[in-house]
């Protein structure tokens, strides 16, 4: 039985997560959730797992929630909530599944805490990569990636030395919009940009999909997850997301993973890692599907791609500059304040006017987050 701790739990990956805990209740237990802001989600929640503690965004929420399940279930709140959920006693394995750089403070105190962290949440790695896997060597904590692409790079590692590796390849499903041309990108609308051809996610990685933003944090992720320079490093659209990612070792051989596009199979893996479960899900019929594409991707069509090779390369504080920025950015797009071919102008200007700050500490990073935000916000004021 392993005690699991989940961060962001009425989200895409949090509610897939789960659907594997219901899967296998002898296996797995929820000891302590987040909710956010999602009040009525985190109430069947907590009546069908009885965790130990919740977290929600709001302490107005946490007063009311806590006067309905007095002496059941502890409610917290904020950053310090966050917190509390993710070092809880009880737990193995902390899922980071939130959006966004709320989940750093929270991935650092879990690893102090030595729990084993299964990381659906790229901006942890993106923002302070750096301090997060010298923290994790320090402790002795394993992370394990959640993402399907990071997730088929570690299966296709398994028994594989590192100094065999040759480049890694993330593939990318191009997203809502991968067969228009800039110019037809000038007035799509939030709606358009939401369907995602693929798979079932979130509004912002959604979005991040769309402009491509979201395979670039995963270049960022992947450096940090697996220690390899960004020139090893290569991105290759693959619209119909069966191969998830390969790696090609030195020898010439390439090894790929390839599943239906269904995230319960990376989330049940990481929870299970290094065995594997039974999972009911559909199966990838190969025959039936008939015919793989590929195609080299257009730098020049996808900014958003070049601008976090430009990033992780300059290294520092860029790389916070790059994820920050792109949140406030998508978020105003969400909001309709800026149009789409705006989020990679926000992103760029924030990018363009930053000195970065060389192997800064947590709290320059929080500060340069801070202020890269109130300036974007800025310029759609």
Same mark, same amino acid.
């Not at 987040?34 to 989600?41: D, K, L, P, T, Y």
């Not at 985190?42 to 946490?62: L, M, N, T, Y």
């Not at 960022?220 to 290759?236: G, K, N, S």
């Given at each position: 039985?392993?005690a699991?701790?989940l ?9 897939q997560t789960?659907d594997?805990?219901?899967a296998h209740?002898d296996a797995?237990?929820?000891? &302590?959730?987040s ?12 009546e ?6 919740v ?18 279930v ?10 509390e ?6 737990a ?13 403070v929270p991935?650092? #105190? ?9 990381l659906a ?5 993106v ?17 394990l ?7 088929a ?7 594989e030395? #590192? ?5 890694i390849i ?10 228009r041309?800039?110019? #037809? ?11 995602h051809?693929?798979?079932s996610?979130?509004a ?5 999909s &769309?402009?491509?933003?979201n ?7 992947a450096?940090?997850l697996? #220690?390899?320079p ?7 659209l ?9 790696v090609?070792?030195h020898?010439?051989?390439v090894?790929?993973q390839?599943?239906?596009p ?6 049940q893996y ?14 990838l019929n190969? &025959?039936?599907?008939?015919?793989l594409h590929?195609?080299?991707?257009d ?12 990033a992780?390369?300059?290294?520092g504080t ?6 920050? &920025? ?11 304040q ?14 363009e ?28 004021m």
């Amino acid at each position: 039985m392993r005690a699991i701790s989940l961060l962001g739990a009425t989200g895409s990956i949090g509610m897939q997560t789960l659907d594997v805990i219901r899967a296998h209740p002898d296996a797995f237990r929820l000891v &302590a959730f987040s909710a956010g802001r999602n009040i009525e989600q985190a109430r069947h929640i907590i009546e069908q797992f009885s965790p130990k503690v919740v977290c929600v965004a709001q302490k107005e929420d946490a007063h009311m929630l806590q006067s309905e399940y007095i002496g059941r279930v502890r409610i917290v709140s904020g950053e310090d909530g966050l917190v509390e959920v993710a070092t809880v006693q009880e737990a193995d394995i902390v899922v980071n599944a939130v959006v966004g750089s709320v989940g750093l403070v929270p991935t650092l #105190q879990a690893i102090e805490a030595k729990k084993t962290i299964a990381l659906a949440n790229k901006e942890t790695l993106v923002t302070a990569g750096h301090l997060v896997m010298k923290h994790a060597a320090d402790y002795g904590v394993a992370i394990l990636p959640v993402d399907s692409e990071h997730s088929a790079i570690f299966q296709c590692l398994q028994g594989e030395q #590192q100094k065999n590796i040759e480049c890694i390849i993330l593939t990318a499903s191009g997203g809502s919009f991968r067969d228009r041309t800039r110019e #037809q990108l000038q007035y799509v609308t939030v709606e358009e940009a939401l369907k995602h051809p693929n798979w079932s996610m979130g509004a912002k990685i959604t979005i991040d999909s &769309a402009t491509m933003m979201n395979k670039g944090l995963e270049v960022i992720e992947a450096h940090w997850l697996f #220690q390899l320079p960004y020139e090893q490093i290569d991105v290759l659209l693959h619209k119909e997301s069966i191969i998830h990612s390969m790696v090609q070792f030195h020898d010439g051989s390439v090894m790929a993973q390839l599943g239906t596009p269904d995230m319960r199979v990376p989330i049940q893996y990481a929870l299970t890692y290094p065995d594997r479960f039974p999972l009911h899900i559909e199966r990838l019929n190969l &025959a039936q599907v008939a015919t793989l594409h590929f195609q080299k991707v257009d730098m020049d069509r996808f900014r958003c791609l070049q601008f976090a090779y430009e990033a992780g390369k300059i290294g520092g504080t860029m790389p916070t500059v790059l994820n920050a &920025a792109n949140e406030e950015a998508v978020s105003a797009f969400l909001a309709g304040q800026i149009s789409f071919l705006a989020i990679e102008q926000c992103i760029e200007k924030a990018m363009e006017r930053h000195v970065p700050i060389a192997h800064p500490d947590l709290e320059t990073i929080r500060a340069v987050d801070f202020e890269t935000r109130q300036y974007v916000k800025s310029l759609h004021m």
